[in-house]
Antibody
């Protein structure tokens, strides 16, 4: 069965970086993309970006462009999302999800369990 | 950038009632790329509808999607207790709407 398992919760200081992992299983990793979405406490869903697991092409949201890097390791079927220069408003639960192989999504059908990232001095 | 506006913000209904949720886009959105998600507290979102009207795997037929252009609708024909949640629309694989909370009246 398809599963996405994310790394554990993180606490970071402002200005630091965080790297969240998302290990996929149960499907051919390179046939899909991975979308990253975050949700601040009590708020809605915010799309952060997408990466093709086939060729590494990325598409980032304007809001985090320049601070975010999404990568994949096809040898381990793992996707990574690194966010730099953290601010308090980056405090959120970060989700990965299996998505379309191209940048235009037809629906993210399997999701990781979420990773809480807390940014606090 | 296309902005999705969902209404109402909160819908208070009783089990067995019909729920109608709206998602309006600031520009025309291809129906192929409009999706609806359900999220319950403490859980990841779940894909309900893709391509504006196709149900995802395992989604009960009381959930239906419709619409085109700039106006899309998610309808839950008869609310079950497990349907009380927040619903989000999403377009083109990027931005989400602000969500509609369906709560028990």
């Amino acid at each position: 069965q398809v599963q996405l398992v994310q790394s554990g919760a993180e606490v970071k200081k402002p200005g630091a970086s965080v790297k969240v992992s998302c290990k996929a299983s149960g499907y051919t990793f390179t046939n899909y993309g991975i979308t990253w979405v975050r949700q601040a406490p009590g708020q809605g869903l915010e799309w952060m970006g997408w990466i093709s697991a086939y060729n590494g092409n990325t598409n980032y949201a304007q809001k985090v462009q320049g601070r975010v890097t999404m990568t994949t390791d096809t040898s381990t079927s793992t996707a990574y999302m690194e966010l730099r220069s953290l601010r308090s408003d980056d405090t959120a639960v970060y989700f990965c999800a299996r998505d379309s192989p191209g940048p235009v999504s037809t629906g993210a059908d399997y999701w990781g369990q979420g990773t809480l990232v807390t940014v606090s001095s | 950038e296309i902005v999705l506006t969902q209404s109402p913000g909160t819908l208070s209904l009783s089990p067995g009632e019909r729920a109608t949720l709206s998602c309006r886009a600031s520009q025309t959105v291809s129906s192929s790329y409009l999706a609806w998600y359900q999220q319950k507290p403490g859980q990841a979102p779940r894909l309900l509808i893709y391509g504006a009207s196709s149900r995802a795997t395992g989604i009960p037929d009381r959930f239906s999607g419709s619409g085109s252009g700039t106006d899309f609708t998610l309808t839950i024909s008869r609310l079950e207790p497990e349907d009380f949640a927040v619903y989000y629309c999403r377009q083109y694989g990027s931005s989400f709407g602000g969500g509609t909370k369906v709560e028990i009246k």
